[in-house]
C-alpha cells in the first residue's frame, strides 16, 4: 500500500507525479544503534559502520566513517511511542479497508483465492482494530509512553506459523519487544520542531552528512586520523546557516584545510 494514494494524508485529492505528506506508519525509521541516533542528534563526534574493536587491521576491507552536521542544538530524531505506533496503525487499518478490495491481488483472484489469500477482510480487520485498541484501553500511560520497540520479522513468522490470510495479515498487532532481541527494531521519527526552528528556503540543507571512505592500511590510517582530529565542524555549520547572519552564502569557499 506503500505506493498507493491510500498511504497519503490527503488521498482525496491525490495527484500521480506530485509529491504527498504519509499517513504516520510510513514516516517512522527503525535504529538499534543508540550511538548513530545520539551522533545524528548531538551533531558531535563521528560515527562509523564498524566498530573500532571488529577492524581487520593491514586489509583492504572499506571502513565509513559519518559526521551530521546540525544547525541547531533541537534533536533531528525523536523516538515513537508505544502510543503513538498504536494509533498509526489504527490509521493503517482504516486505509487497508479502503485499499485492499481494490488491490490487483484481490481483483485478479476468485472469491476462494480471495478466502485463501484475504481472508475474511471485514472480520480480519476488525480483529487487528480490536487487538490495539485493547492495548491502547488496558495499558498505563506510562507504558505507553515508552519507545516502540517492533519486530517484523518475528511477526511474519508468526502469522506464517498461525496460517493467516497473506495480504490482509501486515502489521497484526502481538507485542513490542526489547532492543536486545534478534531482529528487534527501535523505531523514530523526525523532529518537525527541528525543522520548524531552521526553515529557509525549501532548496537549502537542513541537514548536511559527510563520509570517509578508508581501509585499514597504514597510510591510510594517518589520513583517516588527520581528518578527524582537524575536521571543522564549525566550519561547515556555516554552509547550513541562514545568509543575512553573518554565516556564509552558497560562493563561500570550502571551510577548513584540505576540504
Excluded at 488521498?11 to 499517513?23: C, D, E, F, H, L
Aim: aromatic residues 14%; contains cysteine.
Amino acid at each position: 500500500m506503500s505506493d498507493s494514494k491510500y498511504s497519503c494524508k490527503d488521498w482525496k485529492n491525490y495527484k500521480a507525479g506530485v509529491v504527498s505528506p504519509k499517513i504516520s506508519l510510513f514516516n517512522y525509521l527503525e535504529c538499534n544503534d543508540a550511538i548513530l541516533i545520539n551522533t545524528i542528534n548531538s551533531g558531535k563526534g563521528y560515527w562509523q559502520d564498524v566498530p573500532e574493536n571488529k577492524i581487520r587491521k593491514n586489509t583492504y576491507d572499506n571502513v565509513y566513517r559519518y559526521w551530521f552536521i546540525k544547525k541547531s542544538d533541537i534533536p533531528v530524531l525523536l523516538p515513537v511511542s508505544r502510543k503513538e505506533y498504536l494509533e498509526s496503525l489504527l490509521e493503517f487499518y482504516e486505509r487497508e479497508e479502503l485499499y485492499l478490495p481494490k488491490s490487483t491481488n484481490y481483483e485478479e483472484k476468485s472469491n476462494e483465492g480471495r478466502q485463501k489469500y484475504f481472508g475474511d477482510l471485514p472480520a480480519v480487520l476488525a480483529n487487528k482494530k480490536a487487538l490495539v485498541n485493547d492495548v491502547l484501553r488496558n495499558k498505563s500511560s506510562e507504558w505507553l509512553s515508552e519507545q516502540a520497540v517492533v519486530n517484523f520479522q518475528e511477526d511474519s513468522y508468526q502469522n506464517q506459523k498461525q496460517k493467516l490470510p497473506e495480504y490482509s495479515s501486515d502489521f497484526t498487532f502481538r507485542t513490542f519487544y526489547d532492543s536486545s532481541e534478534k531482529g528487534a527494531r527501535a523505531l523514530y521519527q523526525y523532529n518537525p520542531a527541528y525543522f520548524a526552528a531552521t526553515k529557509q528556503n525549501m532548496a537549502d540543507p537542513e541537514l548536511i552528512t559527510i563520509a570517509f571512505r578508508y581501509v585499514p592500511m597504514p597510510a591510510h590510517l594517518k589520513l583517516i586520523d588527520n581528518f578527524t582530529n582537524n575536521f571543522d565542524a564549525d566550519g561547515w555549520k556555516r554552509i547550513l546557516m541562514p545568509v543575512g547572519e553573518g554565516q556564509g552564502t552558497k560562493k563561500q569557499k570550502s571551510p577548513g584545510r584540505g576540504f
